[in-house]
């Protein structure tokens, strides 16, 4: 069977952050999909490099790259970014993925764990911004697109650090949309908020109650009764990558079953 390619970001070029697997992973893979040349940055190289081959082998060589990048690093980030923009030949949209979760309520949550998910959660998402701004500018119109969580508007008693990480991941892109339309600049900045989808950071859940244990359980947190897939997501992404999304700027989008609705 032949796989057409399709054209809704055609000549758009993404760098994707924490896209080894999971969300980050989907993303790349839908965006290439519709004709962008993807940069596939992870700490976890070998597996950004898998899933980039992966990409490569359904629409031709040079569609994907992967870049070795820990997002809490700065200088890491300035070299990631550089080598993406030689490799693509510029940027034009950065997709904040990455992202950990670590659980404790406020009494028992280590301070070690609580700055370990604001570096990765939070400090990526300005660090990747900041440095990416010279390309974007270069590239426009641009799009950058984080991904917080359903987390970042509604909280639990137990997740202190991802609530609040992921609330500074929301603000923090308006903030970025208002700066970049203030410059008269052509880039756009908006988080998606997911709910409990079908990816590795539900692992830790699954081992202890067993898959179909756990995925029923958050299953009836949803109101339409059953967990995201990655698909969904990277759905999302690929419109705001797009110009279809043009006039969506310091904006939120809700992918949680209905869960806010409540």
Known sequence: MTVTRGVRVAGKKAFITGAAQGLGAAAARRLAQEGATVALADINIDGARRVAAEIDAVWGEGTAFAFPLDVTKEAQWTFA?????????????????????????????????????????????????????????????????????????????????????????????????????????????????????DTPILDSLRQIFGKDEADAKLARQIPLGHIGEPADIANAVLYLASDESKFMTGAEMKLDGGISAM
């Open 81 to 197: 970014l550089e080598e993406a923009d030689a490799a693509m030949s510029g940027i034009s949209v950065l997709v904040n993925n990455a992202g950990i979760s670590r659980g404790g309520n406020i009494e028992q949550l280590s301070l070690d764990d609580w700055k370990l998910v604001m570096s990765v959660n939070v400090d990526s998402v300005f660090l990747g911004t900041k440095h990416a701004m010279k390309y974007l500018r270069a590239n426009e119109p641009g799009s950058i697109i984080n991904l917080s969580s359903i987390a970042g508007l509604i909280a639990a008693h137990n997740s202190p650090a991802y609530n609040a990480s992921k609330a500074a991941v929301w603000l923090l892109s308006k903030g970025i949309a208002l700066h970049c339309a203030k410059q008269g600049l052509d880039i756009r900045s908006n988080s998606i908020h997911p709910t409990f989808i």
